[in-house]
T-cell receptor
Framework: SQTIHQWPATLVQPVGSPLSLECTVE??????LYWYRQAAGRGLQLLFY??????ISSEVPQNLSASRPQDRQFILSSKKLLLSDSGFYLC??????????FGSGTRLTVV | KQEVTQIPAALSVPEGENLVLNCSFT??????LQWFRQDPGKGLTSLLL?????REQTSGRLNASLDKSSGRSTLYIAASQPGDSATYLC???????????FGKGTLLTVNP
């Protein structure tokens, strides 16, 4: 069966520090991968998606970047965090039927 | 640009009641529609997926319908239980891209 792992679960980082969130998928190959952010009162916003290794599409200009170094690994990064980067980050993958499965999320607080 | 609206924003019902959550979308050219459940501080759990060619899907006490031409979907929960308390999110998958567009959700509270 397919599973998705996302870590860490919570993170508190100072302004200006770097960020690296990791997501891995098991039990499938060549999945479409996504990073979403959920901010209070704003709903879920698509940040990045990837249809293959090294292929990244950005939906919203921002302080973040994404990379896909391996088929089932998706990384969200920042060189210098801003207060506005705080939020709940969710990784997801979709299959050929475009059914989405989400990870358990990372609560990021920038202080 | 696809926009998804969920009504009501919050709903409180007594245990055992049947209830309906509503979702509307502006662009009817969708690939599918997916209903999710989110518990506080947790990720999203998929409940039901309806392909654009389907009218409804059922899983246990849940039934989701889709009227693509009118841009509407409903999630029916039968015999609600306190464990059903959560935020329910509707998400639409566009026809030509991979993007899921979410509504802001309905916060459901089922009182024992």
């Amino acid at each position: 069966s397919q599973t998705i792992h996302q870590w860490p679960a919570t993170l508190v980082q100072p302004v200006g520090s770097p960020l690296s969130l990791e997501c891995t998928v098991e039990g499938t190959s060549n999945p479409n991968l996504y990073w979403y952010r959920q901010a209070a009162g704003r709903g879920l916003q698509l940040l990045f998606y990837s249809v293959g290794i090294g292929q990244i599409s950005s939906e919203v200009p921002q302080n973040l970047s994404a990379s896909r170094p391996q088929d089932r690994q998706f990384i969200l990064s920042s060189k210098k965090l801003l207060l506005s980067d705080s939020g709940f980050y969710l990784c997801a993958w979709s299959n050929s039927a475009r059914s989405y499965t989400f990870g358990s999320g990372t609560r990021l607080t920038v202080v | 640009k696809q926009e998804v609206t969920q009504i009501p924003a919050a709903l409180s019902v007594p245990e055992g009641e049947n209830l309906v959550l509503n979702c509307s979308f502006t662009d009817s050219a969708i690939y599918n529609l997916q209903w999710f459940r989110q518990d506080p501080g947790k990720g999203l759990t998929s409940l039901l997926l309806i392909q654009s060619s389907q009218r409804e899907q059922t899983s246990g006490r849940l039934n989701a319908s889709l009227d693509k031409s009118s841009g509407r979907s409903t999630l029916y929960i039968a015999a609600s239980q306190p464990g059903d308390s959560a935020t329910y999110l509707c998400a639409v998958n566009g026809g030509s891209n991979y993007k899921l567009t979410f509504g802001k959700g309905t916060l459901l509270t089922v009182n024992p």
